[in-house]
């Protein structure tokens, strides 16, 4: 696949119309841009026509997650539960003109940090048909965020922090956590009650700090561009007031770089590798993803590692038979077939996050030389059959994509109320077109 091409985005991006060809249509669908590209298109643009489809299928999408969200806030509003919507969904509806400019993968809500109100929130979502993980019933496993739900169409992201809470200091996260609830504003939903962060929060805190203090460091998104240009024009936001802003939450460095990488208002959107390490290098002066906060993390995943790998022994029968059957290749059926005993048993969350983190292991052992992508068969193979044979109701799923040059494949497992948090792919079903499911 021919890499993308990110000069071709940040011009689409930064020039208004947007400055586009017919060889950028590829590299704006792969990144989730082009209702955003086409939006800003004059009528009758040739373009806008092979940009329309992802435009109405993230429309339609977002719609489908929209119903099925508002009678949950409904009823967490109910029952007094604050939920502030932030992020990629609460952009797509309340920011950008229609919501299939925004792609976004999961619903992010913030919830008070209080134990009981979390455990409330989720009890609440089961009685409404919601489905969860199980990381709500286990609070040592909690970071920033505390649950997972699942619905038809949606998963919910718990967030107890506004930050993630292990590359920094703890406390400093729980006091921008307050800061964020302090400035918080309430709204009115269309009759159900919702808050929203302060527009400075969801640009400072959102989309600058919470990025590069968390998993996501030094790197930046295409839509970040188009999420700071709405938000600084909707609310007249000015500099002074977002530098203020960041100073008092102690990000200056890590929003200094942010800005001096995107920065709506000269048409600068800086995608580079350069930009990427000046971010880096800012969130490490504002205390985040310092050697110490990285050997810290070490030692409190460490019980967690080494449960995964006292699982490699019992895990090798499994890697062994999805890598026989790779080599033998044929109808994936025949395979799993074999694999899928008639009966099942329950597993705890705990139970299964161990044998995905241990087959993730395995398969990083038996292909040294290629990457965890490059192995996504044997792996899926593993993982399905190592769950099966414990009684754990797991689905084999492969699926396609067209990028910039032909067809792309991959294999994926799921569980039963769909992706599996511990396999860390929770949008193949977004960014794949489903081909195999097994079983059905």
């Not at 082009?34 to 993230?58: D, F, I, S, W, Y």
């Not at 007094?80 to 992020?87: D, M």
């Not at 999961?106 to 009685?127: E, G, I």
């Not at 500099?239 to 802003?245: A, S």
Request: charged share 20%; aromatic share 8%; net charge positive.
């Amino acid at each position: 696949m021919t890499p993308l091409d990110r000069q071709a985005i940040v011009r689409a991006l930064t020039t208004d119309p947007p400055h586009v060809t017919e060889a950028d249509v590829p590299h704006l669908l792969q990144v989730q841009v082009a209702g955003e590209v086409r939006v800003r298109l004059p009528a009758g643009h040739p373009l806008r026509a092979k940009l329309q489809h992802q435009h109405l299928q993230l429309g339609l999408r977002h719609a489908a997650i929209r119903a099925e969200l508002r009678p949950l806030l409904a009823a967490w509003a109910r029952e007094g539960i604050p939920a502030l919507l932030f992020k990629g969904f609460a952009l797509a509806e309340f920011e950008y003109a229609t919501p299939g400019e925004r792609f976004y993968g999961d619903v992010d809500v913030l919830l008070p940090s209080d134990p009981v109100q979390l455990t409330r929130a989720v009890h609440v979502a089961l009685a409404q048909g919601w489905c969860s993980d199980g990381l709500h019933a286990r609070p040592e496993r909690w970071t920033h965020e505390s649950a997972h739900l699942y619905g038809t169409h949606t998963r919910i992201d718990l967030h107890r922090f506004a930050l993630f809470w292990a590359a920094g200091p703890q406390e400093k996260v729980r006091a921008i956590t307050e800061a964020v609830w302090e400035r918080a504003q309430p709204a009115d939903w269309k009759g159900i009650l919702i808050w929203r962060p302060h527009p400075e929060d969801a640009l400072v805190v959102n989309l600058a700090l919470a990025r590069q203090w968390g998993g996501d460091i030094g790197h930046l998104k295409a839509a970040d561009y188009s999420d700071a240009r709405l938000l600084l024009s909707n609310y007249d936001l000015s500099w002074e007031m977002l530098d203020d802003r960041a100073q008092s939450l102690g990000g200056v460095h890590t929003w200094a770089a942010f800005r001096s990488s995107c920065d709506p208002r000269r048409q600068h959107f800086a995608w580079t590798t350069q930009a990427e390490e000046q971010l880096t290098a800012a969130a490490q002066r504002d205390g985040h993803h310092t050697p110490q906060a990285r050997r810290t993390l070490w030692w409190a995943v460490l019980p967690q590692r080494l449960q995964k790998a006292s699982q490699l022994p019992g895990l090798l029968p499994d890697m062994l038979a999805a890598w026989n059957a790779v080599r033998s290749g044929g109808d994936p059926r025949e395979h799993l077939n074999r694999w899928t005993p008639d009966t099942s048993r329950p597993m705890t969350s705990l139970a299964v996050e161990n044998v995905v983190g241990g087959v993730r292991l395995l398969t990083k052992l038996f292909y040294p030389r290629q990457s965890l992508r490059g192995t996504c068969l044997p792996r899926a193979y593993a993982t399905y059959r190592a769950l099966r044979r414990r009684g754990y109701p797991v689905v084999f799923v492969s699926g396609v994509r067209r990028g910039s040059q032909g067809i792309e494949g991959h294999a994926w497992v799921e569980g039963a109320q769909g992706s599996l948090e511990s396999y860390g792919e929770p949008l193949n079903h977004l960014r794949f077109k489903q081909v195999l499911k097994y079983p059905e």
